[in-house]
């Protein structure tokens, strides 16, 4: 393909000297002031803008994501502020750069298995072959289960209510709750879904490919992230991160 | 300092295993399905949730800076994607690198010079003091001029008017405002207020330090990245770019 | 764990206020001045110095990685060199970030399949199993086959040829030139060990664990991107990147 | 400027199906098992080959750099292999992110003034306009001063006794030393050549342009992070760390 090709294309934003079209919508008459940052995201993940109800269901996807404290992105952030505070974009870059298979990852397995199922038949079988594939390769089912939150994760089931208050219930929540059932029985274990499992049937509830269902955390932990920044600025904790690891790892040498 | 340290601390958010505390507001009570992205954003910037005019004001500033196409940060996304195709927080990652001192940066250029000022005084004065210092050093002002968009940046003039209306006008407005006159006389120019002078004059209005004013720019830039991951999965860029670029820029050889 | 736990430790370096420890050699004076660059790569990788042969070998490969012109990583250092000239570290650590599983992962790839592999029995069976592997599950065979490079990839047989004379000819080589043959018959193609292929056969001759195996490209393209940062200070091609990029693009909108 | 213009080009590497050139010389045939990473490296820098004396102090400066434990660099390393373990590439380039104005930022400001100077001359009276620029600043002068290693940083004098070896000697090394001794007379304090500013130093006296001189230490810590990468995969130190942390930092709430 090159330069000349039709295929070769973007259809997301465009200007003109007077004008800024966004998936169609004119920037600064359509968008700015009339849609929050969430509704942005929404428009980017499926080009159009969402109703009401999508409205409030996605940016509290997006919210629960935000703000979980010192993880180990925001301490990322943290060291790489106090390495080049010049620059706070890296630092929130780095931060983002955890957000992989551990953590937001599971968003994205949760998704993926939920749009990979036929979801007009018989949801019980759909979950039990969503187990046996995970369960028989000893790997863990993504979106399910939870260290401290349990027997319910409360971000995901506040979700799940969301959804329905928004008369937007659908086959994928059914889906991933009897996949979750279903793998507590198989291991013997409470296993909840968690809220990236939430986040990952709601996502596909909303049209979301699962293939950029990880992006809703990786929109919320920007904005996180730069909280972080802030407050490291006017208390910072880095030095002291350093020193405590640095003598505690290297304690039996020197 | 040390762990002991009473100074080693975050006050950002904190969990239990029945609770997360986010700013002092219960996450799943107070914030999910209650607040939008951009309230978030304006919680981890300022402390406080915005009042009903302040989100509206502040989802706008990242609103207007989501999505301006095929800039170097999207092409950023779309090779980094080539590349790393499993690792969608890499390519968001990488594309928000380039928001330095070229780009976003003068967001907190604008809302320094304008934080620095005194505001209760004599705002001509003050212009005349920011437009020397820079006009003196050679020194682009911050937050003034745009190539394409003059004499009027219609991002800015939007964002403006939705100050106004949340009846939240203040002399961070009138200063910039004073700042590009001068300049533009100085420099014998038509230099409009353009979009981020508007954002770091605004974000000064709403208490939002300078020394993170340019991460409004991280936040909404990583919502937008997202976007381009996904059309770059379904209509590749990248490849063409490569071969294009290897083409114009080693013709000479080989 | 916690910082008192005896596995909460770290073994590569440490120092006191005369001494800097790496991998128990003294900084100072057993390693500047004594060792090259590659060396200490090696270091890094197998928590000991070279031989001399193996150090001949070792900088070999990452030589043969260092440069490739205006790759997918080098571009996307340029573009983000030219939004935030004040960090060459970003443009340098955004280049890296595409070095995913599309290019540098599949050293990884081939370094798995061959430390996987029985080395001391019968190489043409294994060869099989591997190639079967891959070739029933329609994927890749990493470090097989090259677009432009073929029938032999010319870094591939220089690397080769200087394990040879170094004296280190090892069983993991003709097991990946046996994948190959036999790849490229199953395929009805002729497919050379390309040099990620031979990288990863010789690191597993090295005794580098496939695991870090990508290593030796990070390392080696962090010392490359550094370059085009410099060329693209004196002879910027960002802008006249983003300019056709944007115009292609974009040219049926607007 | 666009892709027609004789302006847009590449001197590093081009490629034909039948040789690699990089830098005009055949990489396989001329730079593949003849010289070493560290060689490349200077290359990369300069444009042209080292010497064999110019091989050895580059590459003694490079060395000098790769490791010195777990700095915060180490650290980011390690936490982001724990979120994105699939992404090697990741968490190198998130470690070197922090390798800003803190600490390898000041080999960029050491060779920077040493080459805004006049070498030629009254070297005395050189560094005195030096010290005066940053003192009278409140500035702190790049490449002086050391919290462990002192009268003396072992890493510097090692570098300049190497330099000597070589008959490298020259005015750049002659006048940071002033530099040093001038800005612990002005300040009251024993403030040594560190290791930075003898980096600063013999770069510029190697004809490294200032503006990439820190690209040495981002080359040379790219090297050391896979190592601490590998070391995370066998003995995990993340874990700790986040738990400790996070305990220490919010231990008054919840």
Not at 153 to 170: H, I, K, M
């Amino acid at each position: 393909m090159s330069f000349e090709s039709p295929d070769f294309r973007s259809d997301i934003s465009w200007s003109t000297p007077s004008a800024i079209t966004v998936f169609g919508h004119d920037l600064v008459d359509d968008l700015v002031g009339k849609v929050n940052l969430g509704d942005m995201g929404f428009l980017e993940l499926t080009g159009r803008l969402p109703t009401p109800g999508e409205s409030t269901v996605f940016n509290a996807l997006t919210v629960s994501l935000v703000e979980h404290g010192l993880t180990p992105s925001a301490i990322v952030t943290r060291m790489t502020r106090y390495g080049a505070p010049e620059s706070l974009q890296s630092a929130v870059a780095a931060g983002l750069l955890g957000l992989g298979s551990t953590f937001v990852g599971s968003v994205e397995g949760a998704a993926r298995y939920v749009q990979e199922a036929t979801l007009d038949g018989d949801l019980t079988k759909e979950a039990a072959g969503i187990v046996e594939k995970f369960v028989s390769a000893k790997a863990i089912v993504p979106g399910i289960g939870h260290p401290i939150h349990k027997p319910l994760d409360p971000r995901a089931e506040r979700l799940f209510g969301l959804l329905d208050e928004a008369g937007l219930r659908g086959p994928q929540v059914t889906l991933i709750r009897e996949v979750a059932r279903q793998a507590g029985d198989a291991l013997g274990k409470v296993l909840p879904v968690n809220v990236t499992g939430a986040i990952g049937a709601i996502a596909s509830r909303l049209g979301i490919d699962w293939r950029v269902a990880r992006g809703i955390g990786v929109m919320a932990r920007a904005v996180g992230l730069v909280g972080h920044v802030l407050e490291e600025i006017r208390t910072p904790t880095a030095p002291a991160i350093w020193r405590e690891v640095d003598e505690a790892a290297t304690r039996h040498h020197g």
